[in-house]
């Protein structure tokens, strides 16, 4: 008969030491997120999109131009978004402006978050935006229309053989809709 008892006994103790290494499994991969995470948006060209980048004091390079190719996309939301001058050619090192439109064509506020993305995506880490709508949510009031500009950097660093780079922003919907 005692032998019954150690038995659910032992079981339980297998069971704790399993599920004890499962939590440290978990704490271990929930650690590692983080590094993780910043090794794939390095991969991938993606920094603190809600943050401006550090411009150091550059050279304007005026033997050679970028052509900056500018796209715009409101994924879901009843929004017209586009920049109002599609394609602008820089110096990289030169401090230059590009400005966006958006209007709420629906009957209620709508939030959103922009989102930039780079093509080739190289080019994310020598593009520096110093002002950005992106950094921040913006709210649009019915029918409401704006003027949002982008005030960035092409790194000199850039690349000889990247003559273009596409910046395109997608307006995503986020918390705060619809009051």
């Known amino acids: ?11 339980n103790r297998v069971m704790l030491a399993k599920l004890g290494v499962v939590v440290v ?4 991969f929930g650690f ?11 991969a991938t060209g993606l920094r603190d999109i809600d943050v401006p980048d550090e411009v150091k004091n550059t050279q304007v390079d005026l033997t050679r131009s970028v052509r900056l190719e500018l796209d715009a996309n409101a994924s879901k939301l009843p929004w017209r978004f586009r920049p109002l001058t599609p394609i602008v050619t820089v110096h990289p090192g030169e401090v230059a402006q590009v ?3 958006v209007e709420n064509t629906s009957e209620h506020p709508v939030t959103g978050q922009a989102v ?5 995506q190289l080019a994310a880490q020598y ?18 229309k704006r003027q949002m500009p982008v005030v960035f950097v ?13 910046l395109s922003y997608t ?8 009051s």
């Open 154 to 166: 092409v790194d000199p660093k850039l690349p000889n053989d990247v003559p273009t780079i596409t």
């Open 127 to 144: 593009f520096r935006k110093l002002d950005c709508f992106c950094f921040t949510k913006q709210s649009l009031a019915p029918h409401e």
């Open 25 to 28: 499994v978990m704490f271990g």
């Open 32 to 42: 590692l997120l983080v590094p993780f995470y910043d090794q794939i948006c390095k």
């Open 99 to 101: 400005v966006y439109e």
């Open 116 to 120: 930039p993305s780079y093509g080739p």
């Open 1 to 11: 008969m005692s032998d019954l008892r150690d038995d659910p006994r032992r079981s």
């Open 171 to 178: 307006f995503f919907e986020v918390e705060g809709n619809r």
